[in-house]
Nanobody, 125 residues
Framework: VQLQASGGGLVQAGGSLRLSCTAS????????MGWFRQCPGKEREFVAA????????YYADSAKGRFTISRDNAKNTVYLQMNSLKPEDTAEYYC???????????????????WGQGTLVTVSS
């Protein structure tokens, strides 16, 4: 599975961005998807995750109420709508797929087998 993330950019605090992540390759298997982010000098952290069906989602406390994860399986794409952005949201954002037929979502980065290349989000104050 290859993952291509896009949608990052520069936005002012309070603004919005929508990240997209499109999967290609062996996409016939069901898989949970997640978004993680990493700031320079810091460890990668969980942002949001969604099950194959879309019925179960998880959010980091920092994302609750501001970010929404969704997916369109017909397009093999998962989205992260980010509203009310803050300077502390500045990071490289990565999408990930669990693979291995794991349809459930997970907050644990180690449970994801496939990773996209990252898309940079910069929020100015």
């Amino acid at each position: 599975v290859q993952l291509q993330a896009s949608g990052g950019g520069l936005v002012q605090a309070g603004g919005s961005l929508r990240l997209s992540c499109t999967a290609s390759g062996r996409t016939f298997s069901p898989y949970g998807m997640g978004w993680f982010r990493q700031c320079p000098g810091k460890e990668r952290e969980f942002v949001a995750a969604i099950s194959w069906s879309g019925g179960i989602t998880y959010y980091a406390d920092s994302a609750k109420g501001r970010f929404t994860i969704s997916r369109d399986n017909a397009k093999n794409t998962v989205y992260l709508q980010m509203n009310s952005l803050k300077p502390e949201d500045t990071a490289e954002y990565y999408c990930a797929a669990r693979g291995g037929g794991y349809a459930s979502s997970s907050t644990n980065a180690h449970e994801y087998a496939y990773w996209g290349q990252g898309t940079l989000v910069t929020v100015s104050s």
